[in-house]
């Protein structure tokens, strides 16, 4: 294996039934492995076995790391729904398109052109947001297909350009966020960094956000400008961001961002909180993980998602 994880470097071209059908045998494989195994070795051995099946079944069977690398140049479409997407991993919301190209995900770079399908579409559909359609990529939402509860998410991410759209929906609460425990577009939380500068936590209830926590981190909120000072967050430099959703015993959330802004593997604790009911019961549920992004062009390296 090329790391010491489950790396799921599969690019949705490449998916088919007989990767299901390989894993679906591999799956079975390790279980009858670690039950026939049982009856043979000490019982510490035997543990160490089923950790190791844990680990590193493949991440259709649901294992407790998900790591994606954009090893495989691809574009992934938007779709109606999850069940349209032809990614095996992920659903692409909105936004157009989802590129992969020399090893980094990315959203579309810069505006399509005339004749695009996706241009004319959004020229019909949000003329508003998307500068005619050219910029459809202002408005990412990459949902994975995977659910998860407790899980620690991290992704790096490099902004190559700052889209200044004419709308009134551009502003400094735009911005680079991690999703979790998604539901629906109108149910989960968030976590990331605003174009003015604001680490934020954020929960959506039946459409409605709710700020749980938040912290100035790049610049002041006073010298951020729509259209002079536009995105304090530094440009075309690699950061990484991470977020922990965690359940705790008396049934609030636990969510906490991290942020690595020299790109050296040393992350610093942002902003943390517990939701215990702000606006609405906490979302302790599982659900999906996503990506999104504002009014940008954006690079991303290295999405993993572990169980917590």
């Not at 494989?29 to 543990?47: E, F, G, K, Q, Y």
């Not at 979790?180 to 939380?189: A, E, F, S, V």
């Not at 943390?272 to 991303?300: C, H, N, Y």
Request: one cysteine or more; charged letters at 15%.
């Amino acid at each position: 294996m090329k790391n010491s994880t489950m790396i799921a470097t599969r690019s949705w071209m490449q998916h088919s039934d007989r990767f299901f059908f390989k894993t679906l045998v591999q799956s079975i494989n390790c279980m009858d492995t670690m039950t026939i195994r049982s009856r043979l070795l000490p019982r510490v051995a035997t543990v160490l076995f089923a950790l190791f099946c844990i680990v590193f079944t493949p991440i259709s069977s649901y294992a407790a790391v998900f790591l994606y690398t954009f090893n495989t140049s691809g574009t992934l479409l938007e779709a109606g729904s999850s069940n349209e997407s032809t990614s095996p991993y992920f659903w692409l919301n909105s936004g157009g398109k989802f590129l992969i190209k020399d090893g980094y995900g990315m959203t579309h770079q810069g505006p399509l052109a005339s004749n695009d399908p996706t241009r004319l579409l959004y020229a019909r559909m949000n003329p508003l947001d998307t500068g005619g359609g050219y910029y459809p990529q202002n408005t990412i939402r990459l949902i994975t297909k995977s659910v998860w509860t407790n899980a620690e998410v991290s992704m790096g991410f490099k902004i190559t350009k700052t889209n200044l759209t004419d709308t009134p929906n551009r502003d400094g609460y735009s911005g680079v966020f991690i999703m979790g425990r998604y539901i629906d577009q109108y149910n989960l939380y968030y976590v990331g960094v605003r174009h003015d500068g604001q680490a934020v936590i954020k929960k959506k209830i039946n459409g409605t956000y709710y700020t749980l926590a938040e912290k100035q981190l790049f610049g002041t909120q006073s010298s951020y400008d729509k259209w002079n000072k536009p995105n304090l967050i530094p440009g075309l430099q690699w950061m990484q961001m991470r977020a922990r959703f965690e359940n705790l015993a008396n049934g609030s959330v636990r969510i906490t961002m991290y942020l690595d802004t020299t790109n050296t593997g040393t992350y610093s604790t942002i902003i943390s909180t517990i939701d215990s009911g702000t606006g609405g019961a906490p979302l302790v549920g599982s659900g999906k993980i996503g990506i999104r992004t504002d009014f940008m062009d954006v690079q991303f390296e290295n999405y993993r998602i572990q169980n917590w």
